[in-house]
Every structure is written in structure tokens, then in C-alpha cells.
């Protein structure tokens, strides 16, 4: 128990401790007192002439996990803040490619009305080509019916 250790013992027990180890008695009691709940300790479970090596060996261990605890927190914290900017990025990436692919698709659907006009104007083209070869056609048979008829007259006015 604390209260049965003597002056001496309290002020070496804080001064080890790395506590101030001046004042009175009931002050430093109180102050040791504080220093063992903080340490995680029991202050009425602790012997006089100090903590033994397996306590001191535990407190070494608790300070080490919560080290370790606190590292892997910032650790996590940081790997959080690394992946929601590169969640950012990829959003903002993914956002100009959509506005690119809209571009894309208005140019294609302007190109795509292009190339059905030109489409339009070559079969009106066809067609009047058609339409023009018939009437020339039409005209050269007839043409030709017509110089078949001047020679068969011819001939025939030839034997009369």
C-alpha cells in the first residue's frame, strides 16, 4: 500500500519515475498515486520498493502495443487520404472521358448525316445517269431504226 511506504521511498519511486519528488508527504503520495493510474497500475496493489520486473516488463509491452496501435492508426489515416485523392482522380478522369465521348458522339452523328446526304445526292446522281442513258438509248435505237428504214426504202427504190 502506498500509504505505508516511507518519505524517502516515495520521492526514489518518483524520482525514477521522472516526477517532481518535492512537497509533503500527502502531496507526494497523491502524486504517486496519479503517476500509477496513468501508467495503468494499481495504486492499491502496489508493494513498497517499487514496481517488480514483470510489471515493468507489462508497462514496456502496453507502451509498445499502444506505439504500435498509434502507428497503424496514422498508418490506416493516411492510406485513407491517399486512396479517397486517388478515388478523386479517377472520378475527375472518368468525368472528361465521358464529356469526351459525348463530343465524340455528336461528331460522329453530324458526320453520319454528311455521309447520308452524300449518299442521297450519288442515287440521284444514279438515277439520272439511268434516266439519261435510257433517253440516249432511245434515242440512238431510234437512230438506228430510222437509218434501217432509209436503207430498206433505199433498196427497195433500188430494185424499182
Known amino acids: 500500500m502506498l500509504k505505508e511506504l516511507k518519505l524517502q521511498e516515495v520521492r526514489e519511486t518518483l524520482g525514477k519515475r521522472g516526477h517532481d519528488k518535492t512537497g509533503l508527504k500527502l502531496t507526494l503520495l497523491n502524486r504517486l ?7 495503468g497500475e494499481d495504486p492499491e496493489t502496489y508493494e513498497e520498493g517499487g514496481m517488480d520486473e514483470g510489471a515493468e516488463g507489462e508497462i514496456m509491452r502496453t507502451q509498445e502495443r499502444l506505439e504500435t496501435e498509434n502507428r497503424d492508426e496514422k498508418m490506416m489515416k ?10 478523386e482522380k479517377i472520378k475527375k478522369k472518368m468525368e472528361e472521358s465521358r464529356e469526351s465521348i459525348e463530343k465524340m458522339e455528336k461528331k460522329i452523328d453530324s458526320l453520319s448525316k454528311v455521309v447520308e446526304k452524300w449518299f442521297e445526292d450519288d442515287d440521284k446522281i444514279i438515277q439520272e445517269l439511268k434516266n439519261r442513258q435510257d433517253v440516249t438509248e432511245v434515242a440512238f435505237l431510234t437512230q438506228e431504226e430510222r437509218m434501217f428504214d432509209f436503207q430498206a426504202n433505199l433498196q427497195e427504190e433500188t430494185r424499182q
Not at 493516411?78 to 478515388?87: A, G, K, L, P, V
Open 33 to 39: 498515486e496519479e503517476a500509477l493510474i496513468n501508467e
Open 78 to 87: 493516411f492510406m485513407e487520404t491517399i486512396m479517397n485523392r486517388s478515388m
